[in-house]
């Protein structure tokens, strides 16, 4: 079984950035699509951003364009979320999930093969 864990979430003032990461286990990551979830108190969860298994083809909730950036280290079977120009709005836990189908983590179907257990990012104004 692959198991994740998010780490590097924080506090931080509104504008300034932290660098989310999601080590995986297991032989099988570098064969999963790869994405990042956000859950704030009292809202639904809501996808974020997503990766294919090579890096590509990502995608991006609108709310996160040009301030968040996802990518991939298969040799260190982690994934990242950088998240610049921080807003108070993006205060939530993060949540990384993996799926063998990218269709999958875009959508973020209830079929999600693994998640993580979350790491919380508070932005203060």
């Known amino acids: 079984q692959v198991q994740l864990v998010e780490s590097g979430g924080g506090l931080v003032q509104a504008g300034g950035s932290l660098r989310l990461s999601c080590a995986a286990s297991g032989r099988t990551f570098s064969s999963h699509a790869m994405g990042w979830f956000r859950q704030a108190p009292g809202n639904e969860r809501e996808f974020v951003a997503a990766?294919?298994?090579?890096?590509?083809?990502?995608y991006y909730a609108d709310s996160v364009k040009g301030r968040f950036t996802i990518s991939r280290d298969n040799a260190k079977n982690t994934v990242y979320l950088q998240m610049n120009s921080l807003k108070p709005e993006d205060t939530a836990v993060y949540y990384c999930?993996?799926?063998?189908?990218?269709?999958?983590?875009?959508?973020?179907?209830?079929?999600?093969?693994?998640w993580g257990k979350g790491t919380l990012v508070t932005v203060s104004s």
């Open positions: 990766l294919g298994w090579s890096g590509s083809p990502t």
């Open positions: 999930a993996a799926d063998r189908f990218l269709d999958t983590v875009r959508a973020g179907s209830g079929g999600m093969d693994y």
